[in-house]
Nanobody, 120 residues
């Protein structure tokens, strides 16, 4: 079982940066693919980025590619999302999630989320 806790959200002006962190518990963390999702008010949750268990492959949604970077530190059971050139439309609650396989769209564990607000 994996427990996930996000942190690092906050209020930032457009063009600014934030780094989100996701702390994972559980001995099997390093075997899981990890991802970030977000949900804006009144909208469905959407995929943001994912990373393979060993960090050698990443994938991004088109809306964040080139601005966001996902990374992980398996020794510390941590996943990160570096967000640069933030836009007001990036405002959302951001969630990290784990999956047993990188290619899967099934995510079995979720964090509680961290709020990111980008002001114009």
């Amino acid at each position: 079982q994996v427990q996930l806790v996000e942190s690092g959200g906050g209020l930032v002006q457009a063009g600014g940066s934030l780094r989100l962190s996701c702390a994972a518990s559980g001995r099997t963390f390093s075997s899981y693919a990890m991802a970030w999702f977000r949900q804006a008010p009144g909208k469905e949750r959407e995929f943001v980025a994912k990373i393979r268990w060993n960090g050698d492959s990443t994938y991004y949604s088109g809306s964040v590619k080139g601005r966001f970077t996902i990374s992980r530190d398996n020794a510390k059971n941590m996943v990160f999302l570096q967000m640069n050139s933030l836009k007001p439309e990036d405002t959302a609650v951001y969630y990290c999630a784990s999956s047993r396989t990188y290619s899967s769209n099934d995510y079995d564990y979720w964090g509680q989320g961290t709020q990111v607000t980008v002001s114009s």
